[in-house]
């Protein structure tokens, strides 16, 4: 019997690898982070030095993607607006005036106000006897001064108005999670962008799951919309055709291995450290895990992994997986841990004591060994009482 159970003893330990565990192991990231031909991932030790690099991983920012956070100048005219022009006369019987009446009673009307009329694809609209008139990119004063002076000589001094009554041209679109998708027209004062989202009703669902996206000409930035909320230098004036979407994007990372939550775990869109997220996750199970391998499995730009590792071989593919590493043994680390920023898609793995295998071996070997010591007892018994009779 102790030779069967030595035997099986044996056999459980040479198939330790074969056991049932909830992901690699320390070591297994480590000797796997080089395949057989090329390098699979960075792996990389959480320092100080490292640290001062993430840091340089800034949030994304609208004010530094645009660049010109001045106010917009003063709108232009431009085709698809709706003009309105008024001519006045100085005196009565001219192209624009009511006929004099003589007497005190009236002197007629001096002035004459033409039908909104559609900036046509040419720039133009039209304005009687004077003609077709640009006014694309002009604004209404330069434009009101072109009609004076295209009438001279046929008007009595005339004077014009010129209103943009539906400003087409001069809008920012603005979608996705607010209260009422809309095209806002921008006003001379100039208008910032928590301006237009109000004006479109606010936004319909949490700020912290909120992340505004702005698009102008062939650029794109998405920033989270609590950001914009904090730092008033994010809340930038738009500028004629800016396209504003609220995207609903629910932040969160994933905690897996030796901890007592594996689950998808939300978190606020402005961020949490790495002492926060295993605050969430419950921490390390003290039985199970392993303290020196708690690690973030990440895709590092590759701006950053150049500064980590400038000799990195999977530089040049625009995103570098990368493992980091941090050893909970050392007193330090729970200060790194409170510098350490999670991204959102983070990977929060925990691997396994070496220990709980050995555990798993030797329980499996008492499970086996059980009937065996059991079927041993009841011989011992039986010869016993065999003995007995036979005195």
């Keep these: 019997m102790r030779v069967i159970v030595a035997f099986f003893a044996v056999a459980c330990l040479a198939g330790c690898s074969s056991l ?22 960075e792996l990389v030790d959480i320092n100080n030095h490292v640290l001062d690099v993430l840091s340089r991983r800034g949030a994304d920012s609208l004010r530094s993607s645009f660049g010109d956070y001045r106010p917009s100048l003063e709108p232009r005219i431009g085709v698809g607006d709706f003009i309105s022009v008024t001519v006045w006369e100085a005196a009565p019987g001219g192209l624009f005036s009511g006929p004099a009446v003589l007497g005190p009673v009236s002197t007629g009307s001096k002035s004459a106000t033409m039908p909104d009329q ?5 720039g133009s609209i039209s304005v ?16 009101q001064k072109v009609v004076e002076r295209a009438l001279d000589g046929k008007a009595i001094q005339p004077q014009a108005l010129v209103t943009v009554t539906r400003p087409m041209s001069n809008t920012v679109t603005v979608t996705g999670e607010v209260v009422q998708g809309a095209r806002i027209p921008l006003s001379v004062k100039g208008d910032r962008l928590l301006d237009v989202i109000s004006s479109a009703g606010g936004i319909r669902v949490p700020s912290y799951d909120t992340y505004i996206q702005l698009s102008r000409g062939n650029k794109t930035a998405r920033v989270p919309f609590t950001r914009v909320l904090n730092d008033p230098r994010e809340n930038i004036f738009l500028r004629p055709d800016d396209v504003v979407a609220l995207v609903r994007e629910p932040q969160t990372f994933m905690a897996m291995g030796a901890t007592p939550r594996n689950a998808e775990v939300p978190f606020d869109a402005a961020g949490i450290t790495l002492s926060q997220a295993m605050a969430r996750t419950g921490g390390l199970i003290d039985v199970a895990a392993d303290p020196s391998g708690v690690f973030i499995f990440r895709y590092e730009p590759d701006s950053i992994a150049r500064l980590i590792n400038p000799n990195s071989p999977l530089l040049g593919q625009g995103a570098v997986p990368t493992v980091y590493r941090l050893d909970m043994r050392d007193a330090n680390s729970l200060f790194l841990a409170q510098r350490f ?18 555990r798993k071996v030797l329980d499996m070997v008492a499970a086996a060994s059980a009937p065996l010591a059991n079927a041993g007892t009841v011989a011992s018994a039986a010869a016993t009482a065999y003995s007995v009779t036979r005195k």
Excluded at 30 to 38: L, S
Excluded at 118 to 122: A, F, K, T
Excluded at 128 to 143: C, F, K, L, M, S
């Design 341 to 358: 920023r999670i991204f959102a898609r983070d990977v929060l793995y925990i691997s396994t004591s070496p220990s709980v295998q050995t």
């Design 118 to 122: 559609v900036v046509g694809r040419d």
């Design 128 to 143: 009687p006897y004077a003609g077709r008139i640009n006014v694309a990119g002009r604004t209404p004063q330069e434009v």
């Design 20 to 41: 049932p565990t909830a992901g690699p192991s320390s070591e297994d990231v480590q000797a796997q982070a080089v395949g057989v031909d090329q390098v699979r991932y």
